[in-house]
């Protein structure tokens, strides 16, 4: 059994054009100003300090704690406006450098494009804004049925259309690549930790078996042959002399099967990958374990905790940016049989 972990609440003060409410329709989940909560561990295990990184998780007052994507990027740029002033301070006037920062949240449901994505038509916008039904039963405290509209926003990373939604963990991490405080990451070091920290999540905590590929960014989970592969986090990095914005995004609960009602991504083709579907935990134990028992055991800002922890220990242990001795530089995609 995990530790349980108790929530010590502040806020995060955000700037004011940096969060409008989420829009929805029927129930509405509005994120406004988000408190930014900690956790001290309250079980008989030894708490599991971060020794460098500095973890903030998002959550709004309300039903389900969702936090509006305009939300988390404000408190983003905030966070990397201190990194990027600091590096443009002559050498001899730097104080010590400020500590690499994550940011963790659960969504309110949002459409993102990639920054060379052309503008949406009226016809797309109409369906990728439709009203989405959110319900997520299977937890500690389910998420009641709940109607949102989403929101759509072109972004500054690479790659195609994505989803962020409730169900759904999303990791930013704001660090110097090139910071003093710890071996430097290439661009692709950097996007092999994000997926190792991920995989390393899905394995200790459900046993679940992931790999990734040189061509597909993300994290993919196992398929039997002849039916199509499975992607569990989709990633998309932006960087700025260094420093990083965005990350990967963890499917824990969110809807993967059903109409365009309840299921967002049948509204486009996640990432433009045609002919591959997308899942998550939940749809993984269910097809696996025959339940989704294991799921509560966790919450979301513990689960967003643990992966922090591991996030934290690759900072400091180049040896822990890949998995299972994997080279951190190298994606490995495996061939699995049914």
């Not at 200790?204 to 078996?209: I, N, Q």
């Not at 260094?242 to 083709?269: Q, Y």
């Not at 689960?303 to 922890?309: D, K, M, P």
Request: glycine residues 6%.
């Amino acid at each position: 059994m995990p530790p349980r972990l108790r929530p010590q609440t502040r806020l995060f003060s955000l700037p004011a054009s940096g969060r409008p409410p989420a829009s929805c329709a029927g129930d509405q989940v509005r994120a406004g100003a988000s408190p930014v909560r900690t956790y001290a561990n309250i079980s008989r295990e030894p708490p599991h300090l971060l020794r460098l990184l500095a973890h903030k998780h998002l959550a709004s007052p309300g039903r389900g704690s969702f936090v509006s994507y305009d939300t988390a990027h404000a408190a983003q740029e905030s966070l990397r406006s201190v990194l990027l002033a600091w590096k443009n301070l002559p050498d001899d006037q730097r104080p010590d450098p400020p500590r690499p920062h994550l940011l963790s949240f659960e969504p309110t449901p949002t459409i993102t494009l990639g920054r060379r994505q052309t503008s949406l038509t009226p016809a797309q916008s109409s369906r990728l804004q439709a009203p989405l039904r959110v319900v997520l039963p299977n937890r500690p405290e389910p998420v009641p049925d709940t109607s949102f509209t989403p929101d759509v926003r072109q972004t500054a990373r690479g790659g195609l259309t994505t989803y962020h939604g409730p169900g759904q963990l999303v990791f930013w991490p704001v660090i110097d690549m090139h910071s003093p405080q710890y071996d430097h990451f290439s661009v692709l070091s950097y996007a092999a930790h994000l997926e190792a920290t991920t995989r390393r999540l899905l394995a200790e905590l459900f046993s679940l078996e992931s790999y990734t590929t040189r061509d597909e960014p993300g994290v993919w989970v196992p398929a039997p042959q002849g039916q199509p592969e499975r992607k569990i986090a989709a990633m998309g990095v932006h960087h700025r002399r260094h420093v990083t914005s965005l990350g990967i995004a963890l499917n824990i609960d969110v809807p993967v099967a059903g109409p365009e009602g309840d299921n967002p991504w049948v509204r486009f083709v996640p990432c433009g990958l045609e002919g591959k579907v997308v899942t998550s935990v939940a749809a993984e134990l269910q097809q696996r374990d025959g339940n989704v028992g294991k799921m509560a055991e966790w919450d979301m800002p513990a689960l967003a905790a643990r992966w922090a922890r591991l996030f934290d220990e690759g900072l400091l242990d180049a040896t822990k940016r890949g998995v299972d001795g994997e080279d951190a530089s190298l994606r490995k995609k495996k061939e699995h049989a049914s």
